[in-house]
Nanobody
Framework: VQLQASGGGLVQAGGSLRLSCAGS????????MGWFRQAPGKEREFVAA????????YYAESVKGRFTISRDNAMNTVALQMNSLIPDDTAVYYC????????????WGQGTQVTVSS
């Protein structure tokens, strides 16, 4: 399956963006999905994850209460709604997938840049 992230852009602090990850080639409903981000000079970090069925979600402490991950398996997409954005959220955001269960993420899409101005 190929993953393609979109929806990034430039936004002022306090604003919102909605990222989308589209799967092609195979349905993403087979996979647990996640969002990660990498800021300049920093390591890639986990942002949020959602189980294959959508019944379980997980968030990094830094985004809890501000970001919401969701999926639409019928549309083969995963979304990340980002509200109350702060400059520290500036990064390239990547969507990723993994086989259901305790496995590493091994499907990665191209990133989308999110820039939050103060």
């Amino acid at each position: 399956v190929q993953l393609q992230a979109s929806g990034g852009g430039l936004v002022q602090a306090g604003g919102s963006l909605r990222l989308s990850c589209a799967g092609s080639g195979r349905t993403v409903s087979r996979y647990d999905m996640g969002w990660f981000r990498q800021a300049p000079g920093k390591e890639r970090e986990f942002v949020a994850a959602i189980s294959w069925s959508g019944s379980r979600t997980y968030y990094a402490e830094s985004v809890k209460g501000r970001f919401t991950i969701s999926r639409d398996n019928a549309m083969n997409t995963v979304a990340l709604q980002m509200n109350s954005l702060i400059p520290d959220d500036t990064a390239v955001y990547y969507c990723a997938g993994k086989t259901r269960g305790p496995y590493e993420y091994d499907l990665w899409g191209q990133g989308t840049q999110v820039t939050v101005s103060s």
